[in-house]
């Protein structure tokens, strides 16, 4: 598993979670819905942010033994939860992510250091773009909490992409006849590193996309810059 994920930037293993672990975590989803900034839900999307800090009760059914597993053949166990996030593209969402990498990490607060730049702040989620080093080093993990196909928006992905560094993004980069699309099945995980290349379409088969992302980091930041959702597992 490891060597395939280092070579191509992004893996799927099946079977991760069972049935009824993966409606477990749906309900305590579904039942722990709040007003805050943490909660979005409109039409298009219902997500939530920091989703492990809102929903505590999820830490231990989401970290099974499978998944430790996993983490621990990826980066041994000195990794930790850096940013959790729930997306739920409903069944009628027609919109589009184009093909991107991800370049920012959250943050508890702002100060100013050397090599961080992009510095944002919006509905109090304060977000940088690191050097580089440091998003090599984060790695994702996606739990699909339903079956995932092209029809309702699998990401899809340019693989070995993530060995480009930050990519500036042209046609001539996204070379479609190399893109993958990632089939998950409920209850199975995609690995994914975050200079990977990915984008994900319009939903057309009128089926909900639920998916749990979490990025995981073993690097203490210098200069008093702290993660803004550090969690030990």
């Given at each position: 598993m490891n060597t395939s994920f280092n070579k191509n930037g992004f893996h799927i293993l099946n079977n991760i979670y069972t049935h009824e672990e993966i409606e477990t975590i749906i309900h305590l989803i579904e039942s722990s819905e709040k007003s805050n900034t943490n909660f979005r839900k409109d039409k298009e999307l219902f997500a939530i942010r920091a989703i492990l800090k809102e929903i505590p009760k999820l830490k231990n059914h989401i970290f099974n033994k499978n998944?430790?597993?996993?983490?621990?053949?990826?980066?041994?166990?000195?990794?930790?939860?850096?940013?959790?996030?729930?997306?739920?593209?409903?069944?009628?969402?027609?919109?589009?992510?184009?093909?991107h990498q991800d370049l920012t990490i959250n943050l508890s607060e702002k100060i100013e250091t050397d090599k961080f730049i992009n510095w944002t702040k919006k509905n109090e989620q304060i977000t940088v773009q690191p050097p580089t080093p440091i998003l090599e080093n984060i790695f994702t993990i996606r739990i699909h909490l339903d079956n995932t196909t092209a029809e309702n928006g699998a990401v899809k992905v340019i693989p070995k992409s993530h060995k480009k560094g930050i990519i500036q993004?042209?046609?001539?980069?996204?070379?479609?006849?190399?893109?993958?699309?990632?089939?998950?099945?409920?209850?199975?995980?995609?690995?994914?590193?975050?200079?990977?290349?990915?984008?994900?379409?319009?939903?057309?088969?009128?089926?909900?996309?639920?998916?749990?992302?979490?990025?995981?980091?073993?690097?203490?930041l210098d200069n008093g810059l702290k993660w803004n959702e550090y969690l030990a597992f």
């Open positions: 998944l430790i597993n996993i983490i621990e053949e990826i980066g041994n166990n000195t990794y930790f939860v850096i940013k959790s996030i729930y997306f739920d593209k409903p069944k009628t969402s027609n919109w589009v992510v184009p093909y993004l042209t046609d001539h980069e996204i070379n479609k006849n190399k893109e993958y699309i990632c089939d998950v099945p409920k209850g199975g995980v995609m690995l994914m590193k975050p200079l990977t290349l990915h984008a994900s379409t319009r939903t057309t088969n009128n089926q909900r996309r639920r998916v749990i992302h979490i990025e995981f980091s073993n690097i203490i």
